[in-house]
């Protein structure tokens, strides 16, 4: 056994590997997820004390403050907004308080590796190891693009989960089909056991992550694609059992609405099943995850842009070719289009999608997986004649054996194909801590000014001691207060004095490797602002605080001289 799938056992280790890694928490929004967790489930022990779980309790607990209100900001504390990942905290904050940050890798780990297993599976089924082996390859790149503890990683899961539970539902109806005959036991509990599991899933999904619409759209193309299928067959003249035809259509149609319908169970009702269509109304602050993927791979590297495109080249290649002989064959566009629905939808839709939004690529690169070596797996039956011919010439190996390997020379340059081993580990990468701690030793006070990125560690170390001015949520704060107050402090001196003495900050507490336009201009003029002292700095973080006699002592003790500072590198 395991010499015949120890191909596929290294592929998966090797996966893994990625995401064996120290958590960068500075600006990771891990830490506001384990508070959300925490104050969840101190909020529900607290009412559990109080009264018998009944309607009244439900209605309470979807009112609590953490899931419908700004809970961790004094900038704006009322703004109004679900939260709608709230279950992904939970069980972050379980883990993280009977594991630590170590459970919290793991679990990391084992979510993203079980997402690339289904997909592997999916594809073995359709292409054997050898291909799915080379599938996984080409689509690591894509999948691994980001490995940060967040609720994605559940997502991801769920979503390669669904999609080879589906792959099992189609292959019950067709086995039925051939068959004719009625199934054992074990096959007829299969549908309402995978039904009531989907379900389950679906739940959990929901309150969990945004990308939990996938669940029903997975079903949805299914129903579709059983409906043309069935349309061919007729058109077709071809013998077929019409009552387990209708049996399929109609139980797509049903689970399809099913999972549609369980997504109402959420605190916040069909206002949070139809939050993924409203996300954006109000997102007054660009963020790097939803860029697209041009955007991001220019902030990398040329090479990786490289890299991607090849990636995208093999696989369009790989479609063409392993569906040519077909539609040779038939002369017939519909026949093709109607044949390879789903696979034209998944590749179309998450495509598609990964080019206005770079954190689709690893649900595209899931679904990449199947397929492709599927599509490698018919070109290889399709031309094997003429591989082989191909592969037994010198003149082509002397010539194709510089491409190859410029193009593995290529992707390991663009360090996509290479785990991070500089940060192979597990729990919090070393010292992330020291400057929450040095907030606390010096007894520095609020209101803090902080930058974006730096919300989920704020809310982690000093909530409920300190609120955060920002935190990583552009939902959760209005358009203006991010154009006219966030922004607008940082690139102009009169709107920093203005909001400044709006909230009358005490200290600035900012992640100085801040990559946004004003972020470094902003950092030159607080170091020579007499108004301000640096008084902290690491790796990661600056924090000032403001020169009045309350900060008198702690600058006495603490003050750094500006000539630590690269000011010509700051301006």
């Known amino acids: 056994m395991i010499k015949k799938y120890w191909p596929l056992i290294v592929l998966i280790i090797y996966f893994a590997l990625f995401y064996f890694n120290f958590i960068s928490f500075v600006t990771a929004d ?22 018998r779980i009944d309607v009244n309790w439900v209605q309470r607990f979807s009112e609590m403050q953490v899931l419908t209100r700004n809970y961790y900001s004094y900038s704006q504390p009322d703004f109004a907004f679900p939260n709608h990942h709230w279950l992904f905290g939970v069980i972050v904050y379980l883990i993280e308080h009977s594991f630590g940050f170590s459970g919290l890798t793991l679990m990391n780990l084992s979510f993203y590796t079980g997402a690339f297993i289904f997909a592997l599976l999916l594809a073995k089924k359709k292409a054997g190891i050898k291909f ?21 990683s559940l997502s991801l899961l769920m979503f390669s989960g669904f999609l080879f539970c589906f792959d099992l539902i189609k292959e019950y109806f067709d086995q039925k089909r051939k068959s004719n005959q009625n199934t054992k036991l074990s096959k007829k509990i299969f549908l309402p056991v995978i039904t009531a599991l989907l379900l389950i899933n679906q739940i959990v999904w929901t309150n969990s992550h945004l990308f939990f619409i996938f669940g ?18 007729k058109k077709k003249g071809k013998l077929i059992d019409n009552a387990i035809f209708s049996n399929q259509i109609m139980f797509f149609f049903l689970l ?28 007054g602050y660009k963020v790097a995850e939803n860029q697209s993927t041009w955007f991001m791979i220019d902030i990398k590297n040329q090479i990786a842009k490289h890299s991607y495109f090849i990636i995208v080249a093999i696989v369009g290649l790989a479609s063409f070719l392993g569906t040519s002989r077909t539609e040779k064959t038939t002369g017939k566009i519909r026949k093709f289009f109607l044949d390879n629905f789903l696979s034209l939808t998944w590749l179309l839709t998450f495509g598609i999608m990964t080019q206005f939004i770079n ?54 340059s663009s360090k996509l194909m290479i785990p991070k081993i500089n940060n192979f580990g597990l729990g919090l990468t070393p010292e992330m801590n020291n400057s929450a701690d040095f907030f606390t030793k010096a007894k520095l006070s609020g209101p803090i000014f902080n930058n974006y990125d730096l919300g989920g560690y704020l809310v982690y170390y000093l909530f409920p001691e300190q609120k955060v001015f920002v935190d990583n949520r552009p939902e959760s704060y209005s358009e203006d207060f991010f154009k006219n107050e966030y922004i607008a402090a940082q690139e102009n001196e009169e709107a920093w004095k203005t909001v400044s003495e709006k909230y009358n900050f005490e200290t600035i507490y900012y992640f100085r490797l801040d990559q946004t336009d004003w972020a470094q201009s902003f950092l030159y003029r607080r170091v020579v602002d007499p108004n301000w002292t640096p008084v902290y700095v690491d790796s990661y973080i600056l924090i000032f605080v403001k020169n009045n006699e309350r900060n008198k002592d702690i600058i006495k003790k603490y003050e750094l001289p500006k000539e630590i500072f690269s000011l010509t590198e700051l301006k």
């Open 30 to 51: 891990l830490g506001r997820h384990i508070v959300n967790g925490r104050e969840i489930l101190i909020k529900v022990v607290e009412a559990n004390t109080k009264t």
């Open 359 to 412: 954190r689709i690529s690893s649900f595209y690169g899931i679904v990449l997986i199947p397929i492709l070596a599927q599509n490698l797996s018919l070109i290889y039956t399709n031309h094997h004649l003429k591989l082989n011919k191909l592969f037994n010439n010198t003149v082509f190996i002397m010539f194709s054996s510089p491409i190859v390997i410029g193009v593995i020379i290529l992707m390991i």
């Open 216 to 233: 029903p759209f997975i079903s949805g193309m299914f129903l579709i694609d059983t409906l043309l299928k069935n349309i061919l067959a």
């Open 256 to 283: 399809t609405l099913s999972l549609f319908t369980v997504t109402i169970i959420n605190p916040h009702g069909i206002d949070g099943s139809l939050n993924p269509f409203h996300i954006f109304d109000n997102y």
């Open 132 to 152: 799915t082996v080379i599938a996984g390859l080409i689509a690591i790149p894509l999948i691994t693009a980001r490995t940060e503890v967040r609720p994605e």
